[in-house]
């Protein structure tokens, strides 16, 4: 099956610095992927959709300021946080949508990414 | 988003038994309805997916059922094995043309029994 990678699986750093997060789909292209966050025994939400050569396009109640998308090409979509507080510290889970039918989604491992 | 509703929460099976999680939609636009497994700390996979052009999907033991009219679907476990003790997710989206999201249903912690 295609296989999706993350990078780093889990990561600490203090508040206010900046994390970067990359999405690597290893075995097919993927104009589109996806950014989610996961709370704790929470179900998964969708904060953006990222389109390789164009602008992110965010969720309702989704700072696009602080969380920069860039899918510089069709295999890498990269998430960074910006200025991280506390509250950041979350699941994050990527997933790439294959570019023919039956444009399936598959999900990466994902980042744990606790702010301290 | 459009909501999908998911039930139960939490489910405890005996191993052998079938597991049975519903999930039911709002929005008739959705076209694509996949199930994830998900242990902790890991990923979602994806372990089945239905289209609504079919009532049911077979893949093994898990074996999606689909009632258009009703907006809802099933996922169900035939011979539940303690392996299969994870989270399960119900996921729609509309997959045609442009490039939407998944909405997920918040989940059901199934457990399997030995």
């Known amino acids: 099956g295609a296989v999706v990678s993350q990078h780093p699986s889990w990561v600490i750093c203090k508040s206010g610095t900046s994390v970067k997060i990359e999405c690597r789909s290893l075995?097919?292209?993927?104009?589109?992927m996806f950014w989610y966050r996961q709370f704790p025994k929470q179900s998964l939400m969708l904060m953006a959709t990222?389109?390789?050569?164009?602008?992110?396009?965010?969720e309702q109640g989704v700072e696009k300021d602080k969380f920069l998308i860039n899918h510089a090409s069709l295999t890498l979509s990269t998430l960074t946080v910006t200025s991280a507080h506390p509250e950041d510290s979350s699941f994050y889970i990527c997933?790439?949508?294959?570019?023919?039918?039956?444009?399936?989604?598959?999900f990466g491992p994902g980042t744990r990414l606790t702010v301290t | 988003q459009q909501q999908v509703k998911q039930s139960p929460q939490s489910l405890i099976v005996q191993k052998g038994g079938i597991s049975i999680i519903n999930c039911a939609y709002e929005?008739?636009?959705?076209?694509?309805f996949p199930w994830y497994q998900q242990f902790p700390g890991k990923g979602p996979a994806l372990l089945i997916a239905?289209?609504?052009?079919?009532s049911e999907k077979k893949e093994g033991r898990f074996t999606i059922s689909f009632n258009k009219s009703a907006k809802q679907f099933s996922l169900h476990i035939m011979d539940s094995q303690p392996g299969d003790s994870a989270t399960y997710f119900c996921?729609?989206?509309?997959?045609?043309?442009?490039?939407?999201?998944?909405?997920f249903g918040k989940g059901t912690h199934l457990i399997i029994q030995p």
């Open positions: 997933s790439a949508r294959e570019n023919r039918p039956p444009y399936e989604q598959y």
């Open positions: 075995d097919f292209q993927a104009t589109t």
């Open positions: 990222s389109n390789e050569g164009s602008k992110a396009t965010y």
């Open positions: 929005n008739t636009a959705f076209d694509y």
């Open positions: 239905i289209r609504p052009d079919v």
């Open positions: 996921a729609a989206t509309y997959s045609g043309g442009g490039a939407d999201g998944l909405t």
